[in-house]
């Protein structure tokens, strides 16, 4: 008899496992499990195209400090004219905040305890896994880009000579706003609150979209680029997400 409640109880362990880290799934109108495929696709084909459209544009002015696109200068100059010190200090805060330090140790912080008190731990996985992709889109692109940043008398928190298309700071931060949104307020059936959430998130992205231009680390069309390439990975993240746990109520 143990031998037999052994055998069976191995198998229940495995069935665990896949219960709670792999299936999650949500019953959902046909028209409903349609619209987030649609919104999924939208936004992919949005951000690639927004994205190429800027890089066409970056480098058919050039790479060089005195060739930036029409719309970088004169940001950058009104970024310059609104500077006073205190001003600064909140935009260093938001810089440290969604930096290569901090915001890693929010990311895993967030997704372990997701992950242990949720019932099922796909949204926090799935989040780890649009972070992750963002990281090696944002590393690969600017390595293959290698766009100057504008010049080091305008940086008001150290030097940075790293290539500065796209922005880690904004897509980092876009990255984690947009899936947190769409992670959570997804399954909440009250539109209020989802716009609320995106609201919020469009908020985060803006905040340091400008902490980065205002500190002067990067051109407009860095953050740009860097916000096109977050609606691509929102998109793919509904794909997946879409694809793994909706079913639509004529599927049951």
Same mark, same amino acid.
């Given at each position: 008899?143990?031998?037999?409640?052994?055998?069976?109880?191995?198998?229940?362990?495995?069935?665990?496992?896949?219960?709670?880290?792999?299936?999650?799934?949500?019953?959902?109108?046909?028209?409903?499990?349609?619209?987030?495929? =649609? &919104?999924?696709?939208? !936004?992919?084909?949005? +951000?690639?195209?927004?994205?190429? /459209? #800027?890089?066409?544009? @970056?480098? *058919?002015?050039?790479?060089?400090?005195?060739?930036?696109?029409?719309?970088?200068?004169?940001?950058?100059?009104?970024?310059?004219?609104?500077?006073?010190?205190?001003?600064?200090?909140?935009?260093?805060?938001?810089?440290?905040?969604?930096?290569?330090?901090?915001?890693?140790?929010?990311?895993?912080?967030?997704?372990?305890?997701?992950?242990?008190?949720?019932?099922? =731990? &796909?949204?926090?996985? !799935?989040?780890?896994? +649009?972070?992750?992709?963002?990281? /090696? #889109?944002?590393?690969? @692109?600017? *390595?293959?880009?290698?766009?100057?940043?504008?010049?080091?008398?305008?940086?008001?928190?150290?030097?940075?000579?790293?290539?500065?298309?796209?922005?880690?700071?904004?897509?980092?931060?876009?990255?984690?706003?947009?899936?947190?949104?769409?992670?959570?307020?997804?399954?909440?059936?009250?539109?209020?609150?989802?716009?609320?959430?995106?609201?919020?998130?469009?908020?985060?992205?803006?905040?340091?979209?400008?902490?980065?231009?205002?500190?002067?680390?990067?051109?407009?069309?860095?953050?740009?680029?860097?916000?096109?390439?977050?609606?691509?990975?929102?998109?793919?993240?509904?794909?997946?997400?879409?694809?793994?746990?909706?079913?639509?109520?004529?599927?049951?």
């Amino acid at each position: 008899m143990r031998a037999g409640r052994g055998d069976s109880a191995r198998p229940g362990r495995f069935s665990d496992i896949h219960a709670r880290f792999i299936v999650e799934e949500r019953v959902v109108p046909a028209r409903t499990e349609r619209g987030l495929y =649609a &919104w999924g696709a939208g !936004l992919v084909g949005v +951000g690639a195209t927004s994205f190429f /459209v #800027i890089l066409a544009d @970056v480098l *058919r002015r050039g790479r060089t400090e005195g060739e930036v696109s029409s719309v970088d200068r004169p940001y950058a100059r009104l970024m310059e004219s609104i500077r006073s010190p205190r001003l600064t200090k909140i935009m260093i805060f938001l810089a440290v905040f969604f930096g290569p330090v901090m915001l890693p140790i929010v990311i895993v912080a967030v997704v372990v305890s997701w992950s242990l008190f949720a019932r099922h =731990a &796909w949204r926090p996985l !799935l989040l780890a896994g +649009g972070m992750g992709a963002g990281v /090696v #889109i944002v590393r690969s @692109v600017s *390595r293959l880009v290698g766009r100057r940043r504008p010049p080091t008398d305008a940086m008001l928190y150290g030097t940075d000579a790293s290539p500065s298309f796209p922005s880690g700071h904004v897509m980092g931060a876009s990255d984690f706003a947009l899936l947190i949104a769409y992670l959570v307020f997804s399954r909440r059936e009250k539109p209020a609150v989802a716009a609320a959430g995106y609201a919020a998130a469009g908020g985060v992205i803006a905040a340091t979209a400008v902490s980065r231009l205002y500190l002067g680390y990067h051109w407009l069309s860095d953050a740009l680029a860097s916000i096109s390439l977050s609606l691509f990975v929102l998109g793919g993240v509904i794909l997946v997400d879409t694809k793994r746990t909706v079913r639509s109520a004529f599927q049951r």
